[in-house]
Nanobody, 126 residues
Framework: QVQLVESGGGLVQAGGSLRLSCEAS????????MGWFRQVPGKEREFVAA????????GYLDSVKGRFTISRDNAKNTVYLQMNSLKAEDTAVYYC???????????????????WGQGTQVTVSS
């Protein structure tokens, strides 16, 4: 019932920045907790960042704290991931996820999310 489309990935040099976008349709994001995950070949999907339904609280993977920022614009039905000071180890396919949530809590576990985007490739060269 919720379709998510990520965009903004690409190739960037270490130390550079990218801004990922996740646009939703089928349901307004105001009813959903939102998250960003990433995955590299041969490894499990990894939590990166999440924001509560209300936008009042955020959570981050320790290795991206201070570099990445998740935000949401419910009027545009869009969630963003601003990535600064990128490192080679940030290279991955990044996925947007949505969870229909009435509790207004940060959701960090991939299993808990209801909908996923197709992913966008982020490649950081060193």
């Amino acid at each position: 019932q919720v379709q998510l489309v990520e965009s903004g990935g690409g190739l960037v040099q270490a130390g550079g920045s990218l801004r990922l976008s996740c646009e939703a349709s089928g349901r307004t994001l105001s009813s959903c907790a939102m998250g960003w995950f990433r995955q590299v070949p041969g490894k499990e999907r990894e939590f990166v960042a999440a924001v509560t339904r209300s936008g009042g609280s955020e959570g981050y993977l320790d290795s991206v704290k201070g570099r990445f920022t998740i935000s949401r614009d419910n009027a545009k039905n869009t969630v963003y991931l601003q990535m600064n000071s990128l490192k080679a180890e940030d290279t991955a396919v990044y996925y947007c996820a949505a969870k229909i949530d009435w509790r207004d809590v940060v959701v960090r576990v991939a299993f808990d999310y209801d909908y996923w985007g197709q992913g966008t490739q982020v490649t950081v060269s060193s």
